[in-house]
């Protein structure tokens, strides 16, 4: 089997925010994606009798035991690996955003406050539990509306807030006080930050940006003292995982191009830009073993998933449409993902044997429609072969007429990606057609703007 990486420039990023410009680097790598052709059901539906709550974070704190932020102020707990759920109530009406536990015991969750319980205050709330969560209580409220999206803790005493616009902080002292970190601003003042990631006390990543404008890292190796910031990439990244001590992923994404991943091989220091060629926003990432992960693609409905440490990913569409905000694997076993409308998957567990990934090959001749579309200068044209054929792609504007002929040659079975690039092209309506050696044939519409 032949899997071949196409490396295309993409649009430079302009950060209007803070009137500064500055450009990826010239050759970003898209990632081979294709979608599996064997049937068996990946993720199972729990079903809740409160069908309109969001539920925005799932963690979990041991095999068994998981934890839900939900909308409404409500918190969920499992201790059954996700099979029933019980509702805990932290006694406000806020949005629940994030929770985390430092033991077994004593966890943090962020509420944001927009006035509905004082009208005086816009800002984050902290919560806090010491009986893993039968009572919640407001522990901290931080004010000049700060808005924070994560909160993690190292130990019973060490823990960050990461949040918006570009604050981190830390705590030594359990979560009494915070103190806010030094932060290279340069490309990211301003931006938001959604995540943070520890490897012991020294060394951390965080992640974020702003939709349209930039992807933006955040690197400490001296427990926050100091933090220097990067752009990766064009979108915002929401969620990170690290599969070793130098080898690290971040997902992330937009409306207009879809999700996105940005991976280092050395510790953060350098990072590199990959579009999953797929609609959706990854907003969730966990690996149920090191070489199988799985990213939430949030209003794509569906997940990311790979089943060789990222070499290679694929698309799994979830079970009936839920957009599903995030993922949580405790072990090889047991995996929760949640989002909208209550919506609760588990991992089914009678696949846990599943390790193929030569049953992702496609197994009939397919064209798929061009991405992004509309688009403005260059697009990605996608399909499938069951095996070995010649192919032929042209171009034809809006009249009919043959404009380019884009590929003609043998590709192997598989999932192919071809860069159309229309710079040279007025703005309109232009079709493509695929053709192979056993007479398949298929044609799609595609919009250039300019």
Same mark, same amino acid.
């Given at each position: 089997m032949f899997y071949c990486v196409i490396n295309f420039e993409r649009r430079s990023v302009i950060n209007l925010l803070n009137k500064r410009i500055f450009i990826l680097p010239a050759f970003l790598f898209l990632l !081979?994606?294709?979608?599996?052709?064997?049937?068996?059901?990946?993720?199972?539906?729990?079903?809740?009798p409160n069908s309109d709550m969001t539920l925005n974070r $799932?963690?979990? !704190?041991?095999?068994?035991?998981?934890y839900i932020a939900a909308d409404s102020g409500k918190i969920l707990y499992s201790s059954n690996g996700g099979l029933n759920w !019980?509702?805990?109530?932290?006694?406000?009406?806020?949005?629940?955003?994030?929770?985390?536990f430092s033991d077994a015991n004593t966890g943090y969750a962020i509420a944001w406050e927009y006035g509905i319980i004082n009208p005086n205050f816009y800002g984050s709330i902290i919560l806090k539990t010491t009986n893993g969560g039968l009572n919640w209580n407001a522990n901290y409220k931080i004010d000049s509306s700060e808005f924070y999206n994560k909160i993690t803790f190292i130990n019973n005493q060490?823990?960050?807030l990461v949040g918006y616009p570009t604050r981190i902080q830390k705590t030594t002292n359990n979560g009494m006080?915070?103190?806010?970190?030094?932060?290279?601003?340069?490309?990211?003042?301003?931006?938001?930050?959604?995540? $943070?990631?520890?490897?012991?006390?020294?060394?951390?990543i965080a992640c974020g940006g702003h939709m349209d404008l930039?992807?933006?890292?955040?690197?400490?190796?001296?427990?926050?003292?100091?933090?220097?910031?990067?752009?990766?990439?064009?979108?915002?990244?929401?969620?990170?995982?690290?599969?070793?001590?130098?080898?690290?992923?971040?997902v992330g994404g937009d409306f207009e191009y879809g999700a996105s991943l940005v991976s280092t091989s050395n510790a953060g220091e350098t990072w590199n830009y990959s579009p999953f060629n797929e609609f959706g926003i990854g907003k969730g990432v966990s690996f149920r073993t090191p070489s199988e992960g799985w990213v939430a693609?949030?209003?794509?409905?569906?997940?990311?998933?790979?089943?060789?440490?990222?070499?290679?990913?694929?698309?799994y569409s979830t079970p009936n449409g839920e957009s599903i905000k995030d993922v949580c694997f405790s072990n090889k076993r047991h995996g929760i993902a949640v989002g909208q409308h209550a919506a609760i998957l588990i991992y089914n567990t009678s696949l846990v044997a599943i390790e193929n990934a030569g049953t992702w090959l496609p197994e009939s001749v397919g064209l798929k429609q061009n991405y992004p579309n509309p688009f403005n200068p260059a697009t990605i044209i996608s399909f499938t072969l069951d095996k070995t054929k010649n192919v032929e792609i042209k171009i034809f504007d809006a009249l009919g007429k043959e404009i380019r002929t884009l590929v003609s040659k043998a590709f192997t079975q598989g999932e192919h990606n071809i860069k159309f690039d229309a710079a040279d092209l007025p703005a309109g309506v232009y079709f493509y057609t695929l053709k192979t050696g056993n007479n398949f044939s298929a044609t799609k519409k595609m919009i250039l703007v300019k």
């Open positions: !081979i994606t294709f979608q599996r052709s064997f049937a068996a059901d990946y993720w199972l539906k729990i079903n809740l $799932v963690i979990s !704190i041991d095999s068994l035991k998981f !019980i509702i805990q109530n932290t006694g406000i009406p806020n949005n629940i955003v994030d929770i985390c060490f823990g960050y006080t915070w103190t806010k970190d030094s932060i290279d601003q340069g490309v990211s003042s301003g931006f938001p930050v959604y995540n $943070v990631k520890t490897i012991g006390s020294q060394f951390a930039a992807g933006i890292i955040w690197r400490t190796t001296n427990g926050g003292t100091n933090w220097k910031a990067a752009g990766v990439a064009p979108e915002p990244l929401y969620a990170i995982h690290f599969l070793d001590n130098q080898n690290f992923i971040a693609l949030d209003i794509g409905q569906k997940f990311m998933f790979t089943m060789d440490a990222g070499k290679r990913w694929g698309y």
